[in-house]
């Protein structure tokens, strides 16, 4: 399979990373992070290679010091309808990525989720707490982290959460477009997250291989918390728009998939492996605003 490889001027050995995934949203900004390292980096799609095949993973990981898995399921709704579909991909892959990963010698950087928890805690998930998915979604994602743990001896599952990015759909942009086309938008208030950039997520992924960190389970999202209403009104006040943002509950926006109405997640493994956490999100929605809403 013929590979792009991106590099940028580098002094002395780099590492050679392989992004699974690397066409989605996340993907895009953990190639771009790893480019600006110095490092070498090979970024694959699904169309170039299926992570439900295990053969084809474990030939894709050789040669590679680094194998970040940005590949998910991610249509949180259907999968509760295409469960099996969806642990093909967030399951089955994940450990064919893992595994490959493994012969290959090459450390496993697997990104998860705040749905493999059940949302009903009132402070923040430790990275030690014990997986409670109330979704098919999180059931899945959970059953990746396992395999993971399990193929991989050297790995880092990093979970995220309320990712918004420049490359894909996201609340902040729905939520800019709604307030172009609307006088009013109401949004939910009793879900409370952590709005988390993908340009930081992929930062974080990079300095957390930079600095060795101790395989283990790590919290990849802004400090401090925010429910989606609070969110709205920051991305409403940075489009520009005029909208009233009107808070409501879940029971008026029922979905297939149960949300988690607390997706705090805590960040004392990245303290303690000497990683910074992400910076408050408020403060990073500021910065992030202009290029997320194409206003930069």
Request: proline content about 6%; aromatic content about 8%; hydrophobic content about 45%.
């Amino acid at each position: 399979m013929d590979h792009g490889t991106t590099r940028t001027g580098s002094t002395g050995p780099s590492r050679r990373w392989l992004v699974v995934g690397a066409g989605g949203m996340l993907g895009q900004d953990v190639v771009a992070a790893v480019a600006a390292s110095g490092d070498e980096v090979v970024p694959v799609d699904r169309r170039s290679l299926d992570v439900t095949d295990p053969s084809a993973t474990a030939a894709a990981a050789r040669g590679f010091d680094v194998v970040v898995n940005c590949a998910a399921w991610t249509a949180v709704d259907d999968a509760e309808s295409q469960e099996p579909a969806a642990f093909a991909v967030n399951g089955t892959g994940a450990a064919n990525v893992a595994r490959g990963a493994a012969r290959a010698g090459a450390r496993v950087v697997h990104v998860s989720t705040d749905y493999v928890f059940d949302g009903r805690a009132s402070t923040p998930y430790a990275e030690d707490a014990a997986p409670a998915p109330r979704s098919a979604y999180g059931r899945t994602k959970a059953a990746g982290e396992w395999a993971v743990r399990a193929e991989a001896p050297d790995h880092l599952v990093v979970r995220t959460a309320w990712l918004y990015g420049a490359h894909g759909a996201c609340f902040p942009k729905t939520m800019a477009r709604l307030a172009g086309e609307r006088d009013e938008l109401t949004v939910v208030d009793d879900q409370v997250g952590q709005p988390t950039w993908t340009v930081d997520l992929a930062d974080l992924v990079v300095r957390l291989v930079a600095a060795g960190a101790p395989s283990g389970t790590y919290h990849g999202t802004s400090s401090g918390s925010a429910s989606w209403y609070e969110f709205a009104r920051h991305v409403v006040a940075s489009a520009g728009g005029s909208a009233r943002v009107v808070p409501t509950t879940s029971e008026g926006f029922v979905r297939p998939a149960p949300r988690p109405a607390y997706s705090v997640l805590g960040h004392d493994a990245l303290r303690a492996a000497g990683v910074e956490p992400i910076g408050a999100w408020e403060e990073r929605w500021a910065l992030a605003a202009p290029t997320v809403l194409g206003r930069g």
